[in-house]
């Protein structure tokens, strides 16, 4: 634990980024944090050739969970091609809370290799992408296993080839700025699937005209939806500081 | 031209598909198109090893193009790591009308060979996406010459880190369902670019908290508003049908 007046020695890639790609040099500002949440203010001691030195100029602060919500659960587990890390990685940038891959009858299995490499994916996306809290990847899930979750949770969406176009749901569905993204596999959840998720509650949603593959649906579903959230949230503030 | 009645021989990678893939069989109905918007009934006549036969049941059509029509400009000529690629086949999927590689002051050229390359990525995810009308992918334009079709578009969309957040622009906006999304370079626009850009008449908008990649924000802004207009359209259509 780092407290104001504590000094901590940056090597390795974070060096090389903070002096090479950002140019940051002895006395700039700059906000260390850790992905959990802390965040610490501080300016840059001293730079040698293997570090620098970072002084805290206050006690850490930790930055609240953002109320914006989105938990995805998608089928990607047969992905090739890169196309799984990339959306591991998308989801990451775009500020998902969680991602579960989804098992389900067209796409039953996720290989545990994988899920290390996919971990080590959402970790190099939060740094990159200045995230406060980072994602969490969660262990497969099967479709058994989402129906409660589903049956719980106060919105559901699932991407759905002729569902509602999303954003006259989200119209309907009010202000509620989290929920769970549901996108099935290729080759699409079954019949039974599908209902089941929407006897459960889930709110099936379209995306448009064309055949989209797994990790376009969830990144076009997840884009919208925190978007959506962002405009809804600075609303809501307008409207406290105005009340 | 086929016309009613006429057959066409279909061999390679679509008979591939059609048989393998979507386990298509003798006397199953199809419909085949172009890309450049013409489309044709039919059914599959015969399978033999090397192909299929497929008999048109009537003369073609046309479809018309579609009411949206999202024109993005993104500077991504400097991308690495097939992110370009990815970029252009996000764009074809998601139903962009047309993609134009902006060079900027901080990301000022694309090579030729990549071009070809990205063409041949937009034909495979056009068709791999079933698109009516493909995207146009233009050569590259400076940003001298995007001035003048921002200034007489109706909407443009610059994302920028600080922007109104993209909704509740697109609720001000109104029901315009075509416009522009320009999204600037890693390390992005200059200063002078944003300031010109906004005084051609360019809303700037904000993608929510992260620091997204040129990709990432090019697809969650041409995502959220293909997902807009779809829902507008709905709405329009609604109003018609009642009124």
Do not use: Y
Request: proline share 4%; aromatic share 4%.
């Amino acid at each position: 634990m780092i407290i104001q007046g504590g000094i901590v020695r940056v090597q390795g890639d974070e060096f090389w980024h903070m002096t090479k790609v950002l140019r940051l040099r002895t006395n700039d500002r700059v906000e260390l944090f850790n992905g959990k949440g802390g965040l610490i203010q501080g300016l840059i001691q001293s730079v040698d050739r293997s570090g620098l030195d970072f002084v805290a100029l206050e006690d850490p602060k930790s930055a609240l969970p953002q109320s914006t919500q989105w938990h995805v659960f998608a089928a990607f587990g047969t992905l090739k091609g890169g196309r799984a890390d990339w959306l591991v990685e998308k989801c990451t940038e775009l500020g998902a809370s969680s991602l579960t891959p989804l098992l389900t009858e067209r796409s039953p299995t996720v290989s545990e290799n994988r899920l290390d490499r996919l971990q080590r994916v959402n970790m190099a996306a939060a740094k990159q992408c200045q995230r406060l809290h980072e994602m969490i990847l969660n262990p497969p899930k099967n479709i058994n296993g989402l129906l409660p979750l589903v049956a719980e949770s106060k919105l559901a969406f699932l991407a759905v080839a002729e569902g509602t176009p999303l954003v006259s749901a989200l119209t309907s569905s009010g202000t509620e700025s989290s929920g769970f993204i549901v996108v099935g596999p290729e080759g699409d959840f079954t019949e039974k699937e599908v209902n089941e998720l929407m006897q459960a509650g889930a709110i099936s949603v379209g995306l448009g005209p064309h055949r989209l593959r797994v990790e376009t649906a969830t990144v076009a579903l997840l884009a919208t939806l925190m978007l959506w959230s962002d405009s809804q949230k600075t609303c809501d503030t307008l409207s406290h500081s105005q009340g």
